[in-house]
């Protein structure tokens, strides 16, 4: 069977690739700091050697819409144009194409129907930030194939909290069940709080740094009844308008299960606070000694 040898869950800061990119005399401040960051985070899927990656996202209007907006879509299609115009022109990001694992994206689907999610698919779907930004940040070299699974949390009615955390056992499941002999990474990626085109957008911090600690603690410690008590579909409004996208953090942790992350970081920047998790369910499927940074193994 396939192995489950990293799950990791995290932000998608669309402004990352730009300032990554710039020279020193031009970078802002936290520049250094933010690369050096998510560079250690990048050991933490190197040294998971994986050969497919599932990854989790949410488009933001660019394919999906009003007219046809599924509540959890899978992609299948063998390959992925990535970014689209305005986050090339908005974000300076480059245009991608990613191969897609289509037998994976099969054996999802069908598992994911009879385990009673009645998953929507596409065969041409373009994916947006919220699956190439973790590619730029953790495998820059974009050389494995991925899965990609989108959920709903722009446009209600959404699935409710435990609807995400129940889709992440899932996923779970369904992986570990795959019958194949490839070692098998989840990625996903959120928000904490967060304001788009709000009172409180682009403050010094996040919208509600309270929150954001809360949130954080949550996921480290794998304190999924914790979540599920301390937040709803109304309540994710209060932090900022686009919090929403927090499910996405609670899907991660239900394919994590109550356990604590082994690598655990986070950044606080201009209008958001960035976070970095990773879980190994397979500690000895791992290449190499134990991590060193701030957020090394907890």
Not at 60 to 87: R, S, T
Not at 196 to 204: A, T, V, Y
Not at 214 to 243: M, R, Y
Request: aromatic residues 10%; glycine residues 8%.
């Amino acid at each position: 069977m396939a192995k489950l040898v990293a799950i990791l869950a995290t932000t998608h800061h669309p402004f990352y690739y730009r300032t990554s990119q710039l020279a020193p005399q031009e970078a802002p401040p936290f520049a250094a700091e933010w690369v050096r960051r998510v560079e250690a985070y990048r050991e933490t899927l190197t040294r998971a050697r994986p050969d497919v990656l599932v990854m989790v996202g949410s488009d933001h209007f660019h394919q999906l819409w009003l007219d046809n907006m599924p509540q959890f879509l899978v992609g299948k299609a063998p390959f992925y144009d990535g970014n689209w115009e305005n986050e090339v022109r908005e974000f300076g990001m480059p245009k991608l194409l990613l191969r897609g694992d289509e037998e994976l994206s099969a054996y999802m689907l069908r598992e994911g129907i009879d385990r009673g999610f009645d998953l929507a698919f596409s065969n041409e779907l373009r994916v947006d930030h919220s699956i190439t930004c973790p590619i730029f940040t953790v495998r820059p070299q974009n050389d494995l194939p991925i899965v990609p699974i989108y959920t709903n949390i722009f446009a209600p009615p959404l699935p409710r909290p435990e609807r995400f955390v129940q889709l992440g056992r899932t996923i779970r499941e369904v992986i570990e069940a795959w019958p194949s002999h490839l070692r098998v990474a989840v990625i996903g990626t959120g928000h904490l709080s967060l304001e788009l085109g709000g009172p409180r957008q682009f403050g010094p911090t996040g919208p509600d740094p309270e929150f954001d600690a809360k949130a954080v603690e949550w996921i480290a410690q794998g304190d999924i009844d914790g979540c599920l008590a301390g937040v709803s579909l109304d309540s994710l409004h209060e932090p900022g308008n686009a919090t929403h996208g927090f499910m996405d953090f609670m899907l991660m942790m239900g394919i994590a299960g109550h356990a604590r992350a082994d690598y655990a970081d986070n950044l606080s920047l201009f209008h958001t606070m960035e976070a970095y998790f990773t879980w190994y369910p397979e500690p000895d499927l791992l290449d190499g000694p134990p991590l060193t940074s701030r957020g090394s193994l907890l």
